[in-house]
């Protein structure tokens, strides 16, 4: 077998279930093309860009959810290839075709690089193509490929085509295979493959027409005979005819034109993935992201501050006054509560959207998924796999869906290693508040700062996997990582547009719902007197329910530094959500006024509270609440995600293993940095 054909060797199938069964389906809203429409699949390798072209083919209009008897996700969406469709000619072919529905049913399924599945995402792959009856299974098969790794993709695609199905090979990433001095002819790897081939660019939006004719055309068309394979009980025999096949129809397909041997990205890999440099680098360009971040979006969230402080506030409160509401519960409510809490958070959208599209401009490009390559070493020295970064990476986003990414993991023990991990990832919602912190203590260098977290973030998820490894995961190891790199590329902006939006809606969403819940939530306890005297919505806020409570754990934290009730209460909130601590603040400072809208700056009050309760000692304090914020339980919907993974006896470990570390960190943190500052 030649260099160009050699791939993974197969996996023999085990029973790797995942660590929690119990599925959550039935809570899901699926996006259909309806009961009677086709079912379509997408399969291919990671890396091969097969979630993109499932975005570009439905328009993001998608839904996630776990798959019924499992715990792995699936995206499903409806797509309408009738108005894509046409011929080569350019004229439209969908209304000589027969079909039951204008629109069909996209499966996105996890990738898999064989259906020999060994985690739980590709059991779910495997089963649903060739171990799940007939009538369940799909009415055809998109599988992408990638041009450049042709052979790679293809021994999926012997697989496939040895089951009764229809197939539709969609060869991606031809522009890398262009630079690599590839050239592929779709047609003679069609003849080779005894399927239609399409080359598309899912990035660029080429080829979609093409594929949703092929696609109505095969849909139409009866389901082809299994391709002929060696009658016998070897596996290795079969193995053997398989590599033999998928290696004809490469070589037959290819032309090789002159090259120098390495291509651009294979050398700049040998810089970036080194062990020495590729961490440096990795570093350099995070501190890069973190430091043009806070730096650009600071004078735009000083405006929407102002906006909201000011115009806005004098805007509510005039309406309140005109409708005899003024001095009442409800400009409380609207003012103290909504307009200063959500309006505070909502200062931080310039930030995130800046985040988001410099992450997303390093993820388009390829560089983010050097990362789990760089991490190898570390990642094993806690027993956990390479690609167990992956979800890791993910939690820097959000913890709720990198719990749910932990499902790539082959090994029972190494997912259930990785949950408990992921919380320790300092997910956007944290960022909000150390990009406030930082530029409220740290002036210039609060880029540096909150750089600085995420550093301690990956110390931390090191440290407590070794620690956990040396008491309950003793006899675990990991294997060496086996990762596809995608080629480097151009970031396309509407890609570029299309994830940021996406993630910047979420955290819209967050501010919109759980938020909104939770202010009003706050606002009731600081309105509920716990003396005689004041009146509903008129007491002082440190007399209130909410003030009480406050003072009643605050003692807690007098060692680390911050001890004063209003410090508490944010954490108290953040439980439930991270952003609600800088809403939570904003409200507790807001109420402590006289008048509406004189609250000064929230980050004037922020400074005060720390100095008083540090006896002086300011940054030592504010760097071991920024620890604890770190450490501690992220939110309840990282809660109701790990016990679905893991049920709630692990989940409930988990949290008291955040709560120690939290405490016993930014403790140490205030104690030893008192003795410097």
């Known amino acids: 077998m030649s260099e160009a054909t050699r791939i993974r060797p197969p996996v023999t199938p085990a029973p790797t279930p995942p660590v929690s069964a119990k599925s959550c389906c039935q809570t899901t809203t699926q996006v259909s093309a309806g009961a009677q429409a086709p079912v379509v699949a997408l399969v291919g390798a990671p890396n091969t860009g097969k979630s993109t072209l499932f975005n570009a083919l439905t328009g993001s209009r998608v839904t996630t959810g776990n798959w019924p008897g499992t715990t792995v996700e699936v995206s499903r969406g409806a797509w309408r290839p009738t108005r894509l469709a046409t011929t080569p000619a350019g004229d439209d072919c969908s209304g000589d075709l027969d079909l039951p529905a204008e629109a069909v049913t996209l499966l996105d399924l996890p990738g898999a690089h064989s259906l020999d599945a060994h985690s739980p995402d590709e059991q779910l792959t495997g089963g649903l193509l060739q171990d799940g009856p007939d009538d369940e299974r799909p009415d055809l098969c998109i599988v992408t490929v990638d041009a450049s790794r042709l052979a790679h993709g293809l021994y999926l695609v012997s697989q496939i085509r040895e089951l009764p199905m229809r197939v539709v090979l969609a060869v991606t990433m031809t522009d890398v295979a262009v630079q690599r001095g590839l050239c592929l002819d779709p047609h003679l790897l069609s003849a080779a493959l005894g399927c239609p081939v399409v080359l598309t660019d899912p990035r660029r939006r080429t080829g979609l027409a093409t594929l949703a004719s092929t696609v109505l055309t095969a849909l139409v068309d009866p389901v082809p005979a299994p391709r002929q394979t060696l009658d016998t009980d070897d596996a290795l025999v079969r193995e053997d005819e398989r590599f033999a096949w998928l290696s ?93 809490g959500v309006g505070m958070l909502l200062t931080f959208v310039p930030l995130m959207a800046l985040m988001f599209v410099l992450l997303a401009l390093l993820e388009d490009s390829g560089y983010l998924a050097r990362a789990a390559v760089v991490t190898d070493r570390l990642m094993r020295a806690i027993g956990l796999p390479g690609r167990a970064f992956l979800p890791l990476v993910v939690g820097f986003g959000c913890n709720v869906p990198a719990i749910s ?134 007491v002082p806020v440190e007399d209130s329910v909410y003030g009480v409570v406050a003072r009643t754990i605050s003692p807690v934290f007098a060692p680390a530094g911050f001890n004063q009730w209003q410090t508490a209460s944010a954490l108290m909130v953040g439980f439930v959500a991270k952003e609600a601590v800088i809403s939570s603040w904003a409200q507790t400072y807001a109420a402590e006024q006289p008048q509406p809208g004189q609250a000064g700056l929230l980050g004037d009050h922020i400074q005060r509270a720390f100095q008083q309760s ?64």
């Open 405 to 538: 990414a932990t499902r790539i993991l082959p090994d029972a023990r190494q997912r259930l290693l990785t949950v408990l991990l992921v919380p320790f990832t300092s997910c956007s919602a944290r960022l909000t508040v150390f990009v406030m912190l930082g530029t409220t203590f740290f002036g210039r260098n609060a880029g540096t700062a909150v750089f600085g977290m995420y550093v301690a973030s990956v110390v931390l998820v090191v440290l407590v996997g070794l620690l956990l490894r040396a008491t309950l995961w003793r006899t675990m190891g990991a294997e060496p990582l086996i990762i596809d790199l995608p080629a480097y590329h151009v970031p396309t902006l509407r890609l570029t547009a299309a994830v940021v939006w996406q993630r910047l809606r979420g955290f819209l969403r967050t501010a919109s719902g759980i938020i909104v819940v939770t202010v009003c939530a706050v606002w009731l306890l600081q309105s509920i007197p716990t003396t005689a005297g004041p009146s509903f919505a008129q």
């Open 248 to 340: 004809t129809a490469a070589e037959q397909a290819t032309v090789v034109a002159g090259h120098d041997g390495l291509s651009v990205s294979d050398k700049v890999d040998r810089w970036v993935t080194a062990p020495v440099v590729g961490p440096l680098v990795f570093l350099s360009v995070m501190w890069a992201v973190f430091q043009v971040t806070t730096s650009v979006a600071a004078p735009l969230q000083d405006a929407l501050d102002r906006l909201f402080s000011g115009p806005l506030t004098d805007t509510v409160a005039a309406i309140l006054r005109l409708a005899h509401l003024n001095g009442t519960w409800v400009e409380g409510l609207l003012v103290n509560g909504l307009v200063a």
């Open 614 to 677: 540090s006896g002086g000692h300011t940054l030592p304090a504010v760097l071991a609440f920024m620890v604890f914020l770190l450490a501690y339980t992220p939110c309840v919907a990282t809660l109701a995600a790990q016990r679905r993974e893991v049920g709630l006896r692990w989940t409930a470990f988990g949290v008291a293993v955040q709560l120690t570390t939290a405490w016993l960190l930014a403790v140490t943190m205030f104690q030893v940095g008192r003795l410097f500052w």
